[in-house]
Every structure is written in structure tokens, then in C-alpha cells.
């Protein structure tokens, strides 16, 4: 067996080492191409109908007229009649045309009866949920009573944390050919190799028959998973279309109405403290929702998870509404929001600074000393020393500057992957997985670690992912692919270079094991002068090729990979008090992850996540309307997303140092997804002296927490 | 109980899809006096059904056929196999369109295909067109400007036509030029280090 083990820090030549992305100039130029570009002869286009009402029964529907419309090949009703519908959005028909145009006309002509229900769609006023709500139990742990007595001060405060949407900017969807046995599958997926088994369980044919293709994909945060009734039906259109190219995409407003959300979060929270900002106890009652199944319960309290004396109660509230989706980092936001805002609230009662309170409080997490290092290190650098002040202390005028804190952690561990390595007798090395490249980087870096692995120039290495015909590895979610690929492909070039070195090692005079590849050239270790050149060691397998399988298995690491890492994030914004406007001045993300294969895309992923962070601290939110029951933003203009202008300086720090890199690769896109909504809203609290209570802080929020009294008053 | 959906429920907001399509025959009686002084002066009323028209791509003629309620946008994508510019709002909103018409920077999801007729338009494709490539293009992959690289295009677009209107531009000014794009993946830091790198290899 080769020695997979990573090469030691110092010693790398291409892991680690800040590359562009392999793909780069192929997606700024506009060459990439999507699933949802593929526009092949005799493309036909499919539209959804979809339900205006919120909850309705189907009485009837009628498609005869549809049908009989220029240039449409396939109608598919999804919702028959007696179908109940539980929001808007839902899928009520399909159509397939030779052009999209025609095909929305008969989407129009497509008559529905329904009978229009009493719909609910707004928790956030949770007496208002009736039979809608459906409590967890309460969760105690130690004595809570005793816990607030041991308190010197004690706060209560409600917060809320808002649905938002993935919006993806590519939406969800699909072209699909269904010709004979063969359905091509081209999805916009964060699941190549598991889609077409869940789009042939939906239509129930073998999986064999269903092949897989995606080159790039658009976006998918956690909402891209599964195969969703659309392919379903994209694939009948086809059939039915005597195995025509279909494509069908959501629409925007689908696409924000029924695509996926991250559930809400509501939650009064009572936090005991001693006088030194020691928590001794932990009160709150809850409640979500991620559509019409309920919502998620956020783990609280958020990291701090060992202290002592906690009582919880959560509901999960069910709407008309369409149904939650994985949203990088599921629940941790929300919790971090939610307990991070609590705790700055309990600092500034005790007129402490808040860095002091989450410093004592870090012995109830389960990595002290990572939370410590990392608050130092951002408090350098946002300056905190100079720019904090005590809570709605400082400079006089209308301007206000903050700063807040927020705090992550994730697991990250590689997923099961199977990577097959090729090694080619003119040098050239092909490696191939039924992976998937979110935007994150993940061909890069299956390159660099087999470029560092085999010795070669990346050059050399051909990655071929995004399809299923290639060994199988794990969905994209939840950070593991990097830990998944990175062993898999290590582990596959590692056994592939064996068979070369068995090949050289009687030429070379020493057993293999005392054989290195490294810059091209296959050496006896401590007599470089020994050796061939990679070119000449491939030559000797004629018309051969050299073939080798890796796997990662989450449960046997092998010292690869590893999980469970910390991330503080801080925020440093300027609030106008006279029209509520908030400004990023600046934030600034410290972030443990590992070994760090490329910092310049783990970077970029920071710098994104910071980003998103802003949006949902500031500008997102699903609003839902109680008299339509629908989604009253569900565009861009009005579902805001933060452009270029609003997002400040961003500062990042990855942990690369010799002890977190011995831990081996980690998953990165979660954990800095996390902090950043709470540092923000800290931020602003600690501008404004004053909680703005629920995120996004828009300017009516914090107008309405400065003088929500007096303007009532006023009115 | 409703048996339409569009006309029984009207949607809060008029997209423009649907304001284009009703252009000629619901509106007011100014837009409609408007429409046919338009019509005439153009010779003659165009649609419903589709016509033949020819439209300036990159320097070439391209004859395509298309109904005159279609975008410049999807007649790109659908039926000229140009697919660098993204439909993601397609209400002019997010800028994933982004072309550049007679010198414009345009979103090609508000302007109808009929209307780019005799206009110069200027896609994504043309910056690595003949073997040149322009310097906007490997700036944003060496400032790793993208991720999964869907809005990326429509960047690209925004910035070449900004940088042909502020070839010395001050980071301050990037940020407000660009203002027109979004970006769910958060690029904004790479893509205002690459609009700077990129001004700075035009000029030498
Ligand atoms: S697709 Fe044209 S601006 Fe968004
Ligand atoms: S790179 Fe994904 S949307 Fe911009």
C-alpha cells in the first residue's frame, strides 16, 4: 500500500500554493457552459404552471385547449383534480413547446377551478399559529432556577431571524432527452452522482438507464440536491415528445417562491450572568418555520453548548409556504444570531466589554483556545482597541459607528469519494470522480493535490468531473466535498504512482519505497542524481496505462482529513440615526480550517460568505403576504441582495499554521457562512445603544427601535 | 373560484414580459397613439406573428427569426447559440444580461430582439473572439473575481464598458460603476481588485 500521508508543510510544491482556478478564464469568458445553456437542435422548452393561491383545492382542470396550441408537444398536469395545494407556487401543470413563447401562452390556457382555502402564511406572531404550531418539548439541563439566582444580572430579549431564499442565480432545472432505454440527464445539481438515482426512483426505471452530465453549475448554497418533481416531468415531456430535448427552468419568481428557503427563527431569550460575564443560565422559547412541514431547531445556546443550566422550549410552525431547503450552514445563522446577539446584550447590562464576555464564556465551548486566538486576532484586526466603545457611547452626531462580534463552528468531514487515476504511458494524467465544481474550486484542487502527489506540473493532470459514469462521490453539502476529494485523489495518484515506481525501482537499483517523484522526475531519496525523468518512466508502459482507484471513508480518516472547526467573525458598520441607513465599514473573518489546499479560492469562499452575511444582516427577507397568501418579492428588485457598493472592506484571515495543517483538510464553505449576521447586528446595536430586534436591520427597523415609542406617540 | 391565473390574479407587479405583451392592446390611449406613430414611422406594424430580422452580433450579420414580444436576451441564447449572457431576473435587475449595444452597456433582458435590429451589439463572446483576448478577461481570473461564475459574464460586460468610459478609474469609482450587477456568491472583492488590475494593463 502507497503512503498516503500528506507531504510535510514545508516540503509542498503545489498544495497550498495560492493558484487561479483551473476554470477561470473558461467562466469569464462566457464559455462555461451551464446545463441551463445547452441549447441543442430541436430543443423544445417547458414552462410551470403554478398555483396563485396559498391553499387551495384543485376542482378541476382542463388542458384541452392548451393542447391544441401552436407548437406544443407535451402537457403534464402534476396537480389532478382533488388535489390540495398548500401554497403558492405549488406545481399545478407542465408544458413543452418548440419555443418558450408558445409555451407560456398554453400555460395560460391551461383552465384551473380551485377552491380557495383559508390560508395562514406569517408566523411570526406565534399566538396567531393555533393548531399550525407544533411544540418540541421542553429540554432542561441542570437547574435553571438556581442558575438565574447564581445570576448577578439577568436580560430578556426577543429576536428574529427571517426566511430567506437561496436565489440562486441560476435556477433550478434541467434539459433532459429521453430517447429509448437512455434518459441524459444535464441537471444544475450539487449531486451528480446521486441524481440520476433519484430521478429513476421518481419515474421508476433503472438507474443504469439514466446518464448524468454537468460541466458548471450556477449556484446552489444547499437547495440543488434532488432530482424534484421538474425533472420528473421534464423527463415525461421528453418521452412524450418522442424523445426530444426538453429543457425546463424555474422562473425567477418560482425560483424564489418554491426553490428552497432557510427557515425562520424567533426567540425570547432570558440569559442569567454573574458580575464577571460568566453565563450560569440559559431560558428560551422558540419558534420556526421552514414552510409547510414545520421549521428546523436551531442548536442553542450556539457553541457555548456546555453551560450550565439551560431550559428550552421550541415550536415548529407550519404555513402556506413553500418548504425549507439545506441553506449553507443549516440552522447555525439562526443560531448564532440568535445567541450571540443575547450575549452582547448581557455585556453591555454589565458594562462589559463584549470581547471579555465571550472570552469567559469560551470554556463552555468545545474549542477554547481556537475561539480565544481568533477573537484576538480580529480584534486587531478591526481595530477594536481604538474603535470600540461601551454600547451607544460613542462619538456625538448623527453618524454612529459599532463594531459587534459573531461566532461559528461546523464539522466539515470529508464525504465518501471514489476517484479513478490514470497515469498515461506519453506522461499525461487523467483523474476522474462523479464530483462537482460549486464555484469553490474543487477541479483545482483535485489537480494540485495530484500534481503535488505524482511530482507533475498541473498541466499534466486532466480532471474530468460531472458525471455519473465516473466513480461515485458524495453530494455537495454540508463542507464535506473538500475533505472527500482531496483524500480520494490523493489516495488514487498515491496507488497509481506505486505501480510506476514498481515499474522504474529495478532500473533505479533500490526498492520503491526509497523512490520520489517530485518536479518531473522519479529520484532516489537523498541522491537526486539517481533517477529518471517522469516522461522516460512513463514510456516504459509501452501501450499500457496505469490504472488506480482511491476512496475516502469518512470513518477511517487515516489522518487525511479530519472535522470540527471555529471561526470568529467581527463587524464594523456606521449607522445614520437620522434615516436608519446602515453602512459596512468594514468586516473581518478569522477562520481555522485544516490543511488549506489552495488560500487564494478558500479566501474567495470567506470573502463570499462575509458577503452573503451582509445581505441576510441587512437587506433579505421573504415577505409573505397575508391577503394573497403569496411571496411579495419574490424578484429581484425587491428580494435585495447586496451589490458591489454596500459590502465595505473585507478582511480575511485562514489559520494556516503547522498545527491546524497536521490536522488535514476540512471543510470551509459552512463555518464562514455563520457569524456574520450576529457580528453585524452587534455592530449595530453597539452604534445606536439600542437592540434592533430583528434582522435584516433595515432603516424602519432601526428608526423604529430609536423612537418606536415616541413615533407611536406621534402618530 | 378563479379558472385563470393571470387575469383572475394578477400578479403585484406588471413584469415587463407581460407589459410588453400587452403594450399594443391594454394600455392607456397615449402609449397606444404612441405605438402605432412608431409603427408607422417604421412602415408598418410588426407581430404577432414571427418575422425574419437581422441583427449585428459581434461585427457579424446574423438572420434570425424571431416574434417581435422576444428579448434580445433569449433570441442571444435560444436561437443564436450566444449563452455568455445569463437570464437570472430577467426584469433588468441583476445585470447577468449584460451586452453592449452601440456603445451602451445594456441589459439585454429589457430590450426586445426587434428593436436591436441596426444596432452594434456586443457580447461576452467577442472579448476572446480571433485569438485575442481582452485584459479584462484574465484579470478576473487572476483576481479570482467568480465562483460558480453565473453573474460572472454579465461582469465582465459591465466592466468592459466601464473601463471604455473610465480608462483611469479610482477604486471608489469602481464600486460605483459597477453597481448595476449582482452577485449571490459574494465576488465583489476579486471583481474590484480585477477592474483596477484590468485598467492598469489596458493603459500600458
Ligand atoms: S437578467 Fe437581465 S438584468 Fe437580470
Ligand atoms: S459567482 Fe456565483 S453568482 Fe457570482
Redesign the interface.
Known amino acids: 500500500m502507497a503512503n498516503y500521508s500528506w507531504p510535510e508543510m514545508k516540503s509542498r510544491k503545489v498544495i497550498g500554493q495560492r493558484l487561479s482556478r483551473l476554470d477561470g478564464i473558461e467562466k469569464s469568458s462566457g464559455k462555461a457552459k451551464y446545463t441551463s445553456d445547452l441549447m441543442p437542435n430541436g430543443l423544445l422548452h417547458a414552462v410551470l404552471l403554478s398555483s396563485p393561491h396559498a391553499h387551495a383545492i384543485v376542482r378541476s382542470i382542463d388542458t384541452s385547449e392548451a393542447e391544441k396550441m401552436p407548437g406544443v408537444k407535451s402537457v403534464r398536469v402534476v396537480a389532478k383534480a382533488g388535489t390540495e395545494v398548500q401554497w403558492a407556487g405549488a406545481e399545478i401543470a407542465y408544458v413543452a413547446a418548440t419555443s418558450e413563447p408558445q409555451a407560456r401562452d398554453a400555460a395560460r390556457a391551461i383552465k384551473v377551478n380551485y377552491e380557495v382555502l383559508p390560508h395562514f402564511v406569517k408566523e411570526d406572531q406565534i399566538t396567531r399559529a393555533g393548531n399550525r404550531a407544533k411544540a418540541a418539548g421542553e429540554q432542561v439541563t441542570g437547574d435553571v432556577d438556581q442558575g438565574f439566582k447564581d445570576a448577578a444580572v439577568t436580560t430578556e430579549g426577543e429576536y428574529a431571524i427571517p426566511v430567506i431564499t437561496h436565489c440562486c442565480l441560476e435556477p433550478h432545472g434541467q434539459m433532459i432527452e429521453w430517447k429509448g432505454e437512455q434518459i441524459n440527464y444535464y441537471p444544475s445539481t450539487q449531486n451528480v452522482s446521486g441524481i440520476g438515482g433519484d430521478l429513476a426512483r421518481s419515474l421508476n426505471v433503472p438507474a443504469s438507464q439514466i446518464k448524468v452530465h454537468m460541466d458548471h453549475i450556477g449556484g446552489g448554497f444547499g437547495a440543488k440536491f434532488p432530482s424534484d418533481n421538474w425533472g420528473k416531468e421534464c423527463a415525461n415531456m421528453s418521452k412524450d415528445a418522442g424523445g426530444a430535448p426538453v429543457r425546463m427552468y424555474l422562473d425567477r419568481a418560482q425560483e424564489l417562491t418554491i426553490a428552497g428557503v432557510r427557515p425562520s427563527h424567533f426567540a425570547k431569550i432570558k440569559l442569567g450572568a454573574k458580575a464577571d460575564g460568566t453565563l450560569t443560565a440559559w431560558e428560551s422559547t422558540s419558534w420556526s418555520t421552514g414552510g409547510f412541514t414545520g421549521g428546523g431547531m436551531a442548536p442553542l445556546p450556539y457553541v457555548f453548548t456546555n453551560m450550565p443550566n439551560k431550559r428550552l422550549n421550541h415550536t415548529a410552525v407550519s404555513i402556506n409556504g413553500g418548504g425549507a431547503r439545506a441553506w449553507r450552514a443549516p440552522n447555525h445563522p439562526q443560531a448564532s444570531f440568535l445567541t450571540c446577539a443575547a450575549l452582547e446584550d448581557i455585556a453591555a447590562k454589565l458594562n462589559l466589554d463584549p470581547i471579555e464576555v465571550f472570552s469567559k464564556n469560551v470554556q463552555f465551548t468545545p474549542r477554547a483556545e481556537t475561539y480565544i486566538r481568533q477573537l484576538k486576532r480580529a480584534a486587531v484586526m478591526i481595530d477594536w482597541q481604538k474603535n470600540w466603545h461601551p454600547r451607544g457611547k460613542g462619538a456625538s452626531g448623527n453618524l454612529k459607528r459599532g463594531l459587534g462580534i459573531g461566532i461559528a463552528t461546523w464539522g466539515g468531514l470529508g464525504h465518501a469519494s471514489r476517484c479513478l487515476a490514470k497515469i498515461n504511458a506519453d506522461g499525461t494524467v487523467e483523474v476522474m470522480m462523479g464530483t462537482q465544481d460549486l464555484g469553490t474550486g474543487t477541479r483545482t484542487c483535485i489537480s494540485q493535490v495530484v500534481s503535488e502527489t505524482l511530482g507533475v506540473p498541473m498541466n499534466m493532470v486532466v480532471v474530468r468531473i460531472g458525471d455519473n459514469s465516473y466513480p461515485a462521490s458524495g453530494a455537495s453539502g454540508g463542507s464535506t466535498t473538500i475533505g472527500g476529494i482531496s483524500a480520494s485523489s490523493r489516495k488514487a495518484a498515491a496507488e497509481a504512482l506505486d505501480q510506476l515506481l514498481d515499474l522504474v525501482a529495478p532500473q533505479l537499483g533500490v526498492p520503491k519505497d526509497q523512490l520520489q517523484a517530485v518536479d518531473s522526475r522519479i529520484f532516489v531519496k537523498g541522491n537526486p542524481d539517481k533517477a529518471i525523468s517522469w516522461k522516460a518512466a512513463c514510456q516504459k508502459l509501452g501501450p499500457k496505462s496505469i490504472e488506480a482507484t482511491g476512496e475516502n471513508n469518512p470513518k477511517q480518516p487515516g489522518g487525511l482529513i479530519n472535522q470540527g472547526v471555529g471561526g470568529i467573525q467581527m463587524a464594523d458598520v456606521t449607522v445614520d440615526i437620522e434615516t436608519g441607513v446602515v453602512r459596512m465599514n468594514k468586516m473581518v473573518a478569522v477562520q481555522d480550517c485544516g490543511l488549506i489546499v489552495n488560500p487564494k479560492l478558500a479566501e474567495s469562499q470567506v470573502n463570499g460568505a462575509c458577503i452573503m452575511s451582509i445581505c441576510a444582516a441587512l437587506m433579505e427577507e421573504r415577505v409573505m403576504d397575508n391577503v394573497t397568501g403569496r411571496v411579495l418579492n419574490a424578484d429581484m428588485e425587491f428580494y435585495k441582495l447586496a451589490g458591489i457598493k454596500d459590502i465595505g472592506e473585507i478582511q480575511v484571515e485562514m489559520e494556516i499554521d503547522e498545527v491546524n495543517d497536521k490536522r488535514g483538510v476540512i471543510g470551509l464553505g459552512e463555518p464562514c457562512a455563520v457569524g456574520g449576521v450576529a457580528a453585524i447586528a452587534n455592530a449595530v446595536a453597539n452604534a445606536i445603544g439600542v437592540r434592533v430586534p430583528s434582522v435584516p436591520v433595515t432603516p424602519d427597523r432601526v428608526l423604529s427601535a430609536l423612537y418606536g415609542n415616541r413615533m407611536e406617540r406621534l402618530a | ?6 387575469l ?2 394578477p ?3 406588471v413584469s415587463r414580459r407581460g407589459f410588453v405583451q400587452g403594450a399594443g392592446a391594454v394600455t392607456g390611449a397615449v402609449a397606444l397613439m404612441e405605438e402605432e406613430a412608431q409603427a408607422q414611422a417604421a412602415g408598418k406594424v410588426m407581430g404577432p406573428a414571427a418575422m425574419a430580422i437581422t441583427l449585428t452580433v459581434n461585427g457579424k450579420p446574423l438572420k434570425v427569426t424571431v ?1 417581435p ?2 428579448t434580445l436576451l ?1 433570441t442571444l ?2 436561437k443564436l ?1 450566444h ?9 433588468g ?2 445585470g ?1 444580461c449584460t451586452v453592449i449595444v452601440n456603445n451602451k452597456v445594456s441589459y439585454a433582458c429589457t430590450m426586445l430582439a426587434v428593436d436591436a435590429v441596426g444596432k452594434k451589439i456586443q ?3 467577442s ?2 473572439a480571433n485569438g485575442k ?1 481582452h485584459p ?3 484579470a ?3 483576481n ?10 454579465g461582469f ?1 460586460m459591465a466592466a468592459k464598458g466601464f473601463l471604455d468610459r473610465n480608462p483611469n478609474p479610482t477604486y471608489e469609482q ?3 460603476g ?2 448595476g ?12 481588485q480585477a477592474v483596477l488590475e484590468a485598467a492598469k494593463k489596458l493603459k500600458a
Open positions: 373560484m378563479s379558472d385563470h391565473q393571470d383572475k390574479n400578479r403585484p407587479a416574434e414580444r422576444e433569449d441564447r435560444h447559440e449563452t455568455g449572457a445569463k437570464r437570472v431576473c430577467d426584469r435587475t441583476c447577468a457580447t461576452i463572446e472579448l476572446t483576448t479584462i478577461v484574465p478576473f481570473h487572476n479570482d473575481a467568480q465562483q460558480c461564475g453565473y453573474c460572472t459574464p465582465v469602481v464600486k460605483d459597477l453597481g450587477n449582482l452577485c449571490r456568491c459574494g465576488t465583489y472583492v476579486g471583481v474590484r
